[in-house]
């Protein structure tokens, strides 16, 4: 079966950096995204690429803080955060749909999720 396993969240304060990571297993899939949903929020779309083109899609809150990136030998994908802010606090979590078009951005798109990873920035 299709698993995804999110890691490297923690406790961090403004302006640092995290590095995400999420190790898939089972399947291969056409896109990998980034969500994360804070307390009574909507769960929302942070990053996406492809796995063939590696084509990537970010939201217009993190860019240019932002880097999604996958390692194919590793079936991993990676989001890089730089200059975290407090209002990047939140549960981030791991996305994959099996065939699609371009980078989707609604979480209805994803098949599989990962339980996600805590990403507290303080201030």
């Known amino acids: 079966q299709a698993q995804l396993v999110e890691s490297g969240g923690g406790l961090v304060q403004a302006g640092d950096s995290l590095r995400l990571s999420c190790a898939t297993s089972g399947r291969t899939f056409y896109a990998m995204a980034w969500f994360r949903q804070a307390p009574g929020k909507e769960r929302e779309f942070v990053a996406g690429i492809t796995w063939t083109v590696g084509s990537t899609r970010y939201a217009d809150s993190v860019k240019g803080r932002c880097t999604i990136s996958r390692d194919n030998a590793k079936n991993t994908v990676y989001l890089q955060m730089n200059s975290l802010k407090p209002d990047d606090t939140a549960v981030y979590y791991c996305?994959?749909?099996?065939?699609?078009?371009?980078?989707?951005?609604?979480?209805?798109?994803?098949?599989?999720w990962g339980q996600g990873t805590q990403v507290t920035v303080s201030s």
């Open positions: 996305a994959a749909v099996s065939a699609g078009f371009g980078v989707p951005f609604l979480p209805a798109h994803y098949n599989y």
